[in-house]
């Protein structure tokens, strides 16, 4: 924070929605320039992503479907951390979950809000290397519609460019990855 400036103050804070994955709350606050108003958020526990990457270089990825834009997009698997987990066990968990693959190197790529504009959610961001493929995957989740895509990181690029529909966590991680991608 830069020296001189001063944070809003909390006036009242009202929970609207307690939900499975996420709360939803309104704010009432004082900013420094003494005007007041009211900011919506949702509060999240945060979420881990694995960016896979096979021996020959290919990247594992999910399309699956999502309700709120009615459609499916092309995403690094990922998922919510669940309390007392830390965002790498999480990760894990995800990647077996959803992709039938085990990672045995990990690196961390970094974090970064997903919409500070009305979410606290923080992306945990981890590349998964030294895959093998689960003789025995665990089953997907029963509210989980996935199908497993692997694309090299040129087909990637290219994917986003175009203007396929991929969500901006991928599209980050992506980004944060390419040093070790190409």
Not at 54 to 79: H, M, N, S, W
Not at 142 to 155: A, C, F, K
């Amino acid at each position: 924070m830069p020296l001189g400036r001063e944070l809003p103050q909390l006036l009242k804070q009202r929970l609207f929605h307690k939900g499975r994955k996420f709360d939803f709350e309104v704010n009432r606050l004082r900013l420094p320039n003494k005007s007041e108003g009211e900011w919506e958020c949702i509060r999240h526990p945060g979420g881990a992503l694995a960016l896979p990457v096979t021996a020959d270089g290919k990247l594992i990825l999910v399309r699956q479907y999502r309700f709120a834009v009615q459609g499916r997009l092309l995403e690094f698997p990922a998922g919510t951390v669940e309390p007392s987990e830390e965002p790498l066990e999480t990760v894990k968990r995800e990647i077996e979950e959803e992709t039938g693959y085990r990672a045995h190197k990990w690196d961390k790529l970094g974090e970064f809000f997903l919409a500070p504009g009305y979410s606290d959610e923080i992306i945990y961001a981890f590349l998964a290397r030294d895959l093998e493929k689960l003789e025995t995957p665990p089953p997907q989740e029963e509210d989980e519609d996935i199908e497993t895509v692997l694309l090299s990181p040129e087909e990637l690029d290219k994917a986003i460019h175009e203007g396929q529909p991929i969500d901006a966590k991928t599209i980050t991680s992506f980004f944060l990855a390419r040093s070790f991608l190409m």
